[in-house]
T-cell receptor, first 113, second 113 residues
Framework: NAGVTQTPKFQVLKTGQSMTLQCAQD?????MYWYRQDPGMGLRLIYY???????DKGEVPNGYNVSRLNKREFSLRLESAAPSQTSVYFC????????????FGPGTRLLVL | GENVEQHPSTLSVQEGDSAVIKCTYS??????FPWYKQELGKGPQLIID?????GEKKDQRIAVTLNKTAKHFSLHITETQPEDSAVYFC????????????FGAGTTVTVRA
């Protein structure tokens, strides 16, 4: 099992460019999440998907869109990148239920110039 | 929404000493409190969790305590070792109604040899 995988590991964008961050999990989890991590602010939820075919906004959704392509894959898209979106992005997945644990991917470091 | 505060932001301890990290939460309905460890360049990994029907939980050198009345919970690491150096995050959620996690800002722990 690879667990949660994310691509790319690192990306540099210019302001206004677009890109999609990819996430896949092989644990048969039904819930998937996108977080951003900024210094001194912990992890903040951007979007989540409770199950295939559903997505919901988290704490900081502005400037992002998501697609739950299938049960395994959950992508995050920046349509017009801004310097404020410079961050480390983590994807996570879990079962939905009383005892689930969220498993995190290795992260994507994004720099917007 | 839930607000989780975490202290201290940095902690330096001598190898073999104990480390304590404290978190407070605002939502009295929160009932699940996990702790994550994040090593440099990696995603967060669950190390221990506690539910609101339990006051304390131990796993080898790690223990977590919960005070529901005061709405705070703590992570205790005994006999610290160099491999304990990492960033630690506390989190809270209300299960099963809301499985989203609200994270604290993190504590950078450095164990001095």
């Amino acid at each position: 099992n690879a667990g949660v995988t994310q691509t790319p590991k690192f990306q540099v964008l210019k302001t206004g460019q677009s890109m999609t961050l990819q996430c896949a999990q092989d644990m048969n989890h039904n819930s998937m999440y996108w977080y951003r991590q900024d210094p001194g602010m912990g992890l903040r939820l951007i979007y989540y998907s409770a199950s295939e075919g559903t997505t919901d906004k988290g704490e900081v959704p502005n400037g992002y869109n998501v697609s739950r392509l299938n049960k395994r894959e959950f992508s995050l898209r920046l349509e017009s990148a801004a310097p404020s979106q410079t961050s480390v992005y983590f994807c996570a997945s879990s079962f939905t239920g009383e005892r689930e644990t969220q498993y995190f991917g290795p992260g994507t470091r994004l720099l917007v110039l | 929404g839930e607000n989780v505060e975490q202290h201290p932001s940095t902690l330096s301890v001598q190898e073999g000493d104990s480390a304590v990290i404290k978190c407070t939460y605002s939502d009295s309905a929160s009932n699940y409190f996990p702790w994550y460890k994040q090593e440099l360049g990696k995603g967060p990994q669950l190390i221990i969790d506690i539910r609101s029907n339990v006051g304390e939980k131990k796993d080898q050198r790690i223990a977590v305590t919960l005070n529901k009345t005061a709405k705070h919970f703590s992570l205790h690491i005994t006999e610290t070792q160099p491999e304990d150096s990492a960033v630690y995050f506390c989190a809270a959620s209300r299960r099963p109604n809301d499985y989203k996690l609200s994270f604290g800002a993190g504590t950078t722990v450095t164990v001095r040899a």
